[in-house]
């Protein structure tokens, strides 16, 4: 079955820049999309097509795909950023729903 | 403004039952594909399935096939899952989530979500 993999945990400073990778083989084909859930939250889409951020989502957040690698960036993290992010695309087939691993970010 | 609250969530034997139900308000629903993610506990999201509008197209992870059954009432604004022979390893939340599709043809489909509820829980265990 297809996968997305994500690394389990990033850890930055207040104010660096924190990058979240997530693999797939679909991706060169497929949109890769970023979800922030906060603890005992919902999920929050936070990136959506690969790059493009929705309202109300802080200009922080910013995303990239090349070839099977997807990539979300947070410039200049917060501590309010803390939280596990979870990349979401399709698998090659077309016909199921993929979520990665998820990474849980630290900002401290 | 959108709200998705789930319901029908409890404690169930393994083997067992159970249908969880979703009252969708704030947005068009019969116009929507609509979704069910899980989380088990501590554990990652993991999509379950999806719907069309109509209802005529519904796709599940491979785990759940036979088993788990996709639904809605567009005349009630609400989405379903009927889940039989649960396992252990079921135990979760279930989010009900509504997908924006990008696109939808003979090759499949591909979509996103952007409205959540806040989830339901589902115990397993004897």
């Known amino acids: 079955s297809y996968e997305l993999t994500q690394p389990p945990s990033v850890s930055v400073s207040p104010g660096q820049t924190a990058r979240i990778t997530c693999s797939g083989d679909a991706l060169p084909r497929k949109y890769a999309y970023w979800y922030q859930q906060k603890s005992g939250q919902a999920p929050v889409l936070v990136i959506y097509?690969?790059?493009k951020r929705p309202s109300g989502i802080p200009e922080r957040f910013s995303g990239s795909s090349s070839g099977t690698m997807a990539t979300l960036t947070i410039s200049g993290a917060q501590v309010e950023d803390e939280a596990d992010y979870y990349c979401?695309?399709?698998?090659?087939?077309?016909?199921?729903?993929?979520f990665g691993g998820g990474t849980k970010l630290t900002v401290l | 403004e959108e709200q998705l609250v789930e319901s029908g969530g409890g404690l169930v034997q393994p083997g067992g039952s159970l249908r969880l139900s979703c009252a969708v308000s704030?947005?068009?629903?019969?116009?929507?594909?609509m979704s069910w993610v899980r989380q088990a506990p501590g554990k990652g999201l993991e999509w379950v399935a999806i719907i069309n509008q109509d209802g005529s197209e519904k796709y599940y992870v491979d785990s759940v096939k036979g088993r788990f059954t996709i639904s809605r009432d567009n005349a009630k604004n609400s989405l379903h899952l009927q889940m039989n022979s649960l396992r252990a390893e079921e135990e979760a939340i279930y989010y009900c989530a509504r997908v924006l599709i990008n696109y939808y043809d003979s090759s499949g489909w591909e979509g996103y979500f952007d409205y959540w509820g806040q989830g339901t829980l589902v115990t397993v265990s004897s």
């Open positions: 704030g947005f068009t629903f019969s116009r929507d594909w």
């Open positions: 097509e690969d790059r």
């Open positions: 979401y695309s399709i698998d090659s087939s077309g016909s199921r729903g993929v």
